[in-house]
């Protein structure tokens, strides 16, 4: 089992910047894959970044590809995802998810954290 605490969402104004923060706890060392994703009103769930637990290598979308900005703190077991340039349309809700080593699907996730770009 990995828990997930999503933090640092919050209110910004289009251009500004956040951090949102996913803590990973338990069986880390089954993790394969942090990912994040986030899914707005009426809209289905859009896959954002992720990155390799074991190399740090990292993937984006083509949407916040050169905005947002995927790290890693190993000693916290904790990912980071910088938003940059924000943009109205990146108003959303943001989920953390681990793909474990049992898993070929992202099979843990965070509760989410609202996140509200102002134009």
């Known amino acids: 089992q990995v828990q997930l605490v999503n933090s640092g969402g919050g209110l910004v104004q289009a251009g500004g910047s956040l951090r949102l923060s996913c803590a990973a706890s338990?069986?880390?060392?089954?993790?394969?894959?942090m990912g994040w994703f986030r899914q707005a009103p009426g809209k289905e769930r859009e896959f954002v970044a992720r990155?390799?637990?074991?190399?740090?290598?990292?993937y984006y979308s083509d949407s916040v590809k050169g905005r947002f900005t995927v790290s890693k703190d190993n000693a916290k077991n904790t990912v980071y995802l910088e938003m940059n340039s924000l943009k109205p349309e990146d108003t959303a809700v943001y989920y953390c998810?681990?793909?474990?080593?049992?898993?070929?699907?992202?099979?843990?996730w965070g509760q989410g954290t609202q996140v509200t770009v102002s134009s």
């Open positions: 338990g069986r880390t060392i089954s993790i394969v894959f």
């Open positions: 998810a681990v793909r474990s080593l049992s898993s070929g699907t992202y099979n843990y």
């Open positions: 990155m390799s637990w074991s190399s740090g290598s990292t």
